[in-house]
């Protein structure tokens, strides 16, 4: 079980929602809880009917909910159809076309505000455009763009068009978005030339040019680059096209392209126990309908508040929470380009001020760093705007829990801490704001129909504080649908053997305490979780080992870190000589660039250790606890009789 569970200190208050937010909460008191999850327990289809039969707007009704005749792979609402986009933007132009949808704050502070009608105009011009250029339902388009109106666009248009979207986070390298064109199948990217992040400009159109030359991309037909740094880029044409001439002159209506509920949304990639990642695919249906309850149950969201989710639009945060579940409710969201610290340390304060923002969803390695960067800054910004604070992506340690509570939310505000993974699609477990006393550090309860427990290695409940494995025991309407061309891997990872194919493997550790709060402890695979990003161990050695004029073997463990959560250990055997003194920090040097260009920079190994050998048993198994040990900087107290060659961890020890 990862380490993580040690940056988790023992905080026993409680914290009750205020009186006067329970009564307006969209879930109003504990009462109104238990009477959702009972609904749930007793009808579990008819539960699920009703709310996406509320919510949604279907094309043609669904009269199937739940098919479970090929589990694990679940269809829901499979007769329905519907289309995503319209239900993101159609909808409001009745009601309310002048609402502001998005408030666009730049890395260097320009503020852009785009409207309902005036996004719906954008998504249906660019729509026609990807069409004119030949791209079509059920094709895969890569998106590698900037945090802009631009990205939400461009998810917006594939899906009013069918087609379906993979985004890659900006910060991948042309390696990285090569896999992924590859595997996905792509036949067209959408990119921009360049990004601003933090006062510097970063080119993002040459990884593009760099993957489609690296092969297996002869598919990609067409590249559309939006243009947002102006710096000179090569374009090859015909492939290449401006975002600006793909618009001009198209309608600013688009008739959607109607889709079954299962139709794929998006694919996106995402890090597991092997290697290669694997495509999460994603139901059109399922996923948006959990995109909007989710925004109502857990944001409370109502029609006059700000909302702003700080993640980028490459991760499933990104999509649930800025790309389709803030528009389909019809909320107005605040999206930002650049970065936290960025002229200083306040500017996230001096935007939730600026933009009044009433909802504000981060991350606790965001919330670390801000604490180290300038821990008394928010008291210089007036924050009372904010209502509702929202946390993801890794365990908030109580210490960060209790500054974001009393200095961002002035002891005001709930904070939702949601667990969930680019697989649920959406929050699944959560406190709600007016339900749950809060316990710092815990994501507390499932949401009503999410039927989660912790069990052990058999399957069976475990309970009252003992350590297991988080399972969800029944299939939800935003799950996770396949692997995308790799459906044994689906069934393997997700629905092992172990608990007969029944239940879903979330891949955490957890703890369940005698008021049933859940707190996740971390993974219990070999997945880091970086600033909330996910890595593969195994990815890491993989793009190590790959460097063959160095490296000879390589095994990489995560060790727990102040600001990161998790930081990156790797323990190289290298071909030659084994390095050291300033020949070592070189290598290390080079070796921690040659991930970032394998990878992408948030793979980079925070440290390095050379070793003549790796800890082995006889039978030639790298002993990676050991090793987790050994980077942590911890004594050694596990049985190590089984090793071939023991004297190896005295080495490994020795720093750099
Ligand atoms: C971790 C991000 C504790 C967990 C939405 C999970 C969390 C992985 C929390 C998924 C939380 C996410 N508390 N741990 N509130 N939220 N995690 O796919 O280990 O990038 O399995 O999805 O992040 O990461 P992913």
């Known amino acids: 079980m990862s380490s993580t569970i040690e940056s988790v200190l023992q905080e026993t208050r409680a914290f009750p929602p205020p009186e006067a937010f329970v009564k307006q ?38 009269t199937r909910i739940l098919d479970e005749s090929n589990a694990p792979f679940f269809k829901w609402f499979e007769d329905g159809e519907l289309n995503a986009s319209y239900n993101c933007l159609d909808r409001h132009l009745k009601t309310q076309p002048d609402k502001i949808a998005i408030v666009f704050e730049a890395d260097d502070g320009k503020v852009t505000h785009v409207t309902y009608r005036q996004l719906y105009e954008k998504v249906c011009q660019f729509a026609n455009g990807l069409k004119k250029r030949g791209i079509a339902k059920g094709d895969r388009v890569l998106i590698y763009m900037p945090m802009s109106v631009e990205a939400i666009v461009a998810m917006q248009a594939c899906a009013r068009i069918g087609a379906t979207h993979s985004v890659v986070f900006g910060g991948f390298s042309a390696k990285s978005v090569q896999e992924r064109i590859v595997d996905a199948g792509a036949v067209a990217v959408i990119t921009a030339d360049g990004q601003f992040r933090g006062g510097k400009e970063i080119p993002l159109k040459p990884a593009i040019d760099e993957a489609l030359a690296m092969g297996g991309c002869e598919a990609i037909k067409s590249v559309v680059v939006y243009k947002r740094t102006g710096t000179s880029i090569p374009m090859t044409a015909p492939r290449d096209a401006w975002w600006s001439d793909v618009v001009a002159g198209q309608p600013t209506d688009c008739e959607p392209t109607w889709v079954g509920a299962e139709h794929p949304l998006f694919i996106l990639y995402t890090s597991g126990s092997t290697g290669k990642p694997k495509g999460v695919q994603h139901s059109t249906g399922g996923y948006l309908l959990h995109a909007m309850i989710t925004m109502k149950w857990v944001f409370d969201i109502k029609p006059k508040d700000i909302f702003w989710c700080t993640a980028d639009v490459g991760w499933v945060t990104g999509h649930t929470y800025i790309a389709y579940g803030p528009l389909a409710v019809g909320t107005t969201q605040v999206v930002f380009e650049g970065v936290p610290t960025y002229p200083d340390a306040g500017r996230f304060w001096k935007m939730i001020q600026d933009h009044k923002v009433n909802i504000f ?44 509570y009393e200095t961002v939310g002035g002891s005001r505000c709930p904070i939702v801490d949601t667990w969930w993974q680019t697989e649920t699609g959406g929050h699944m477990i959560t406190p709600l704001p007016g339900v749950h006393a809060l316990k710092p550090g815990s994501c507390q309860a499932p949401l009503p129909g999410v039927i989660a427990d912790i069990v052990d290695e058999t399957g069976h409940s475990v309970g009252n504080g003992k350590g297991g494995i988080l399972v969800i025991k029944k299939p939800w309407p935003s799950m996770i649908r396949t692997i995308w061309g790799d459906p044994e891997r689906f069934k393997k990872s997700y629905f092992p053997e172990d608990f007969q194919g029944k239940y879903y493997l979330a891949g955490d550790g957890a703890t369940k305490d005698e008021k049933g709060n859940i707190t996740i402890m971390g993974r219990i695979d070999d997945v880091l979780n970086v600033s909330g990003h996910r890595l593969g161990t195994m990815e890491i ?13 390589a095994a990489v463990v995560g060790r727990p870190d102040d600001l990161t959560g998790e930081a990156v250990v790797a323990f190289v055997v290298t071909k030659g000589p084994r390095p050291s003194g300033e020949e070592a920090k070189a290598m290390a040097n080079e070796l921690r660039a040659w991930v970032a260009k394998e990878i992408g920079s948030i793979a980079k190994p925070k440290d390095i250790r ?47």
């Open 541 to 553: 050695e993989s793009a190590l080992v790959s460097n063959s004029k160095l490296v000879a073997e």
């Open 25 to 62: 909460a969209n879930i109003s008191g504990m009462a109104a809880y238990e009477a959702m999850c009972n609904e749930a327990e007793r009808d579990f289809e008819g539960f699920w009917a009703r709310l996406a039969r509320e919510n949604l707007l279907w094309h043609k009704p669904f």
């Open 610 to 656: 050379f070793g003549d050998n790796l800890p082995k048993t006889r039978s030639g198994k790298i002993m990676r606890r050991l090793l987790r040990s050994i980077a942590k900087g911890e004594a050694i107290t596990q049985d190590v009789s089984t090793l071939e060659n023991p004297a190896i961890l005295d080495q490994l020890k020795q720093n750099l």
């Open 361 to 404: 969803y981060t991350a606790p390695t965001a919330i670390r760093s801000l604490i180290k960067a300038g821990g008394d800054l928010p008291k210089n910004y007036d924050l009372k705007s904010l209502r509702i604070l929202g946390s993801v992506g890794e365990p908030i340690n109580p210490e960060a829990w209790r500054w974001y």
